[in-house]
């Protein structure tokens, strides 16, 4: 059996955690843990504004909290087990007097696993991904009335947001355990989406990431994901969206990405495997053929844009020819980066039973080869930047040593030298790049 660790080829630009803006300070604390993907990022968001109503100051470190939320995720089992050596520690804190209170929300909360933590460890209340509302009462707000989540309050006044577009999903690829913890897909109304982003927008948000599983499978009464990021697009300064499937990208949204200066020229394309064997064993609905068409229709409308990937090494059944045709889609494809997943089975997924366990040292071999291959494909592409000036969007300020972490248009990373605040743009020359990230040279000039 392979081991549950997620690694990435990449040096994804850190989510923002945003700072307490509508904090009352009184004498109650909460500190919250987000373990996942972006979804979880922003579910934090709408938790912090629950108990930022509820008259909580937001704090670090778990030895300051009355109430600890542990926002989880059940993706792969390091997930689990990270939430695990959180929660000994919380006992132990507990036993001291030092936390009062333990929240557990989030994907293992609507899992079964979450029985056998209450079991295990001192754990006050479980919420999953569609009763998180419930929180309220519990932090002492009146009791919310039951609503889909995506209209629960989200972030506000940061400089960039997520906006959630759509909930669950309607796919069952074998190894994952989404459908499961997250359910059947809820596309959220257009109205709803954009009164939100002009919302955010009117409020400072000067960049804006619609957010969902497969945020491309968006329909709703008669419009196409497409329809909703060109509104998105015309409402909000700078536009990002994830996750997208294969099957549901359209070539109108692929050109769009070129053609709409507000929208970020990054495209997250989550592929898995590049043989169309394992394509079908994982319920994926494509081939490879036709994601590799996608890629050329993306490269012809953005050719300085930047392309990532999900990959999954190790999945039950996969052969030595499976892994080299990955290994082909890799160097087709060209990608900047990618998530490597090492197969970690999951219990309720179809994968977990399936027979043809891939041996560990298989695992970790096939997982260096792809690694090594998308870095150095990254390494090539990102030595053509170099030279040329670029906008750069600011995402975190700088820290001791001066550099701040960026963003350019084409959506790679970049650290710049510059005291630029977050949400500002400098413009910068590219003074030399890794695999990762780009290094700018200073200064950079506020645009
Ligand atoms: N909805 C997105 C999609 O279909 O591409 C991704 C959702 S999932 C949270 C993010 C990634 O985790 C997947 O693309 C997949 O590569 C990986 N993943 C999901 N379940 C996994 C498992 N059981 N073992 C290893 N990786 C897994
Ligand atoms: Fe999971 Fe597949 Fe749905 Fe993505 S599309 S969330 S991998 S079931």
């Excluded at 929300?105 to 754990?123: H, K, N, Q």
């Amino acid at each position: 059996m392979s081991s549950a660790t997620q690694t990435t080829a990449t040096a994804p630009i850190p989510l923002s955690s945003k700072p307490a803006g509508r904090a009352s300070l009184g004498a109650k604390t909460a500190c919250i843990r987000t373990f996942g993907c972006q979804m979880n990022v922003h579910d934090s968001d709408r938790i912090r504004r629950m108990i930022q109503d509820a008259g909580y100051a937001e704090v670090q470190r778990y030895e300051d909290a009355d109430l600890v939320i542990l926002n989880t995720c059940y993706v792969r089992e390091n997930a689990v087990d990270r939430v695990k050596g959180h929660l000994g520690e919380l006992n132990r804190l507990r036993r001291e007097g030092r936390v009062k209170r333990v929240a557990l929300t989030g994907c293992i909360g609507a899992a079964e696993e979450s029985a056998a933590l209450r079991e295990t460890y001192d754990i006050d209340l479980v919420l999953g991904t569609h009763n998180t509302y419930e929180l309220a009462e519990f932090v002492g707000l009146p009791t919310m009335r039951e609503t889909y989540t995506p209209e629960l309050p989200g972030t506000e006044g940061g400089h960039n947001a997520f906006v959630t577009i759509m909930t669950g999903c309607n796919y069952q690829c074998s190894y994952c355990i989404v459908p499961t913890v997250r359910g059947r897909m809820i596309c959220r109304p257009m109205g709803s989406v954009i009164g939100e982003v002009e919302r955010l927008v009117a409020g400072g948000t000067g960049y804006v990431t619609l957010l969902g599983q497969t945020v491309d499978a968006w329909r709703h009464e008669g419009k196409r994901f497409c329809d909703l990021l060109e509104a998105v697009s015309e409402s909000a300064p700078r536009v990002w969206f994830t996750t997208s499937h294969p099957s549901n990208m359209e070539d109108r949204t692929l050109r769009a990405i070129g053609e709409r200066d507000t929208l970020v020229k990054r495209l997250h394309l989550p592929v898995q495997s590049g043989s169309d064997r394992m394509l079908r064993v994982m319920h994926r609905g494509y081939k490879a053929e036709r994601y590799r068409r996608k890629i050329e229709v993306f490269r012809e409308a953005a050719p300085d844009g930047t392309l990532s990937t999900d990959i999954i090494v190790g999945h039950p059944g996969e052969t030595e020819e499976d892994h080299e045709q990955t290994l082909r889609l890799v160097e087709d494809c060209s990608f900047d980066s990618a998530y490597i997943f090492k197969f970690s089975p999951r219990r309720g997924t179809e994968a977990a039973s399936l027979p043809g366990t891939v041996p560990d040292a298989v695992v970790q071999r096939r997982f260096l080869e792809v690694l090594r291959l998308v870095e150095q494909n990254a390494f090539t592409r990102n030595q053509r930047i170099v030279g040329g000036e670029e906008e750069i969007y600011i995402r975190h300020g700088s820290t001791e040593d001066g550099k701040a972490i960026g963003e350019t248009w084409s959506g790679h990373a970049v650290h710049v030298n510059t005291k630029a605040e977050p949400g500002n743009y400098v413009k910068a020359r590219i003074e030399s790049a890794g695999p990762h990230v780009l290094y700018a040279g200073e200064p950079g000039t506020l645009v």
